[in-house]
């Protein structure tokens, strides 16, 4: 079984040792029971891990080794912007696509959207972001920026291909549109219950999003983004694995 996984911040890493946290030695000594000498893989969550191991000091860790990232494990840098759904339905959305590989998280407050999160909130994606990157053994945690406006969160994009999700109108599947360009940059935009209103429509075709369908039924705000994510993911694999050379 390979070393269990512990997301540290990089300022929790001197030299060769690494400053554990409350919560992080609870984790590795009372729920892992790991004791002196068990190792565990530290992340950065900016790229950077190190194979390290517990010491007499709970409080402390040894670093043994720095490990290289497995550069066939690089990604297309993925933005989603997306609008907060009902209750507590963003959670899962960041979750999972955390799991799914992407790289910055807007939260949108759309014309139809019904909740404006506390601080609090933002703190707990955050939380969630950093578990799911443990759990999914990705090296990156994405960036969850507070929530904004859907006219404020069209400006200063990352460049690359930017997709619209719509429903109801006429326009090409996301996942024809990435086969035919597959872009190095992708921001991806995902609605709320009810959809983009015209007005959000007309912002987004004026900020050059090209609209695009995740298929002929209505997903909900929490499922749609996991599908679009899931077709990025799985078009860049397709797009890697036939590039790699036959063993």
């Known amino acids: 079984m390979p070393p269990q996984r512990v997301l540290i911040s990089p300022e929790q890493r001197q030299s060769q040792q690494i400053a554990l946290n409350a919560a992080q030695q609870r984790y590795l000594h009372r729920v892992l029971r790991l004791g002196q000498g068990d ?20 409080a402390t860790a040894a670093v043994v080794e720095a490990l290289q990232p497995d550069e066939t494990a690089a990604t297309p840098t993925i933005t989603l912007l997306a609008a907060l759904p009902k209750g507590n339905g963003f959670d899962d959305v960041v979750r999972q696509v955390t799991e799914l590989g992407v790289n910055r998280i807007q939260p949108i407050l759309s014309d139809r959207t019904l909740i ?22 990705r090296l990156t945690t994405p960036e969850i920026l507070a929530p904004v406006s859907w006219q404020a969160g069209l400006k200063d994009l990352p ?44 912002l987004a075709l004026a900020a050059d999003f090209q609209p695009v369908s995740l298929g002929s039924t209505i997903l909900r705000a929490i499922t749609a983004p996991v599908v679009a994510l899931s077709l990025i993911k799985g078009v860049f694999e397709a797009n890697l694995q036939a590039d790699r050379p036959a063993p």
Do not use: M, N
Not at 43 to 51: I, S
């Open 39 to 58: 190792q565990f893989i530290a992340l950065d969550g900016q790229g950077g891990q190190w194979l390290a191991k517990l010491t007499p000091d709970p």
């Open 116 to 137: 404006r999160p506390s601080d609090r909130k933002l703190e707990r994606w955050q939380r969630i972001a950093a578990e799911a990157t443990e759990q999914s053994e």
């Open 159 to 202: 460049t690359g291909a930017h997709y619209l999700c719509v429903t109801r109108l006429e326009a090409p599947h996301l996942l024809s549109c990435l086969q035919q360009d597959w872009p190095l940059g992708v921001t991806v935009a995902i609605g709320p219950e009810g959809g983009w209103t015209d007005a959000e429509v007309e």
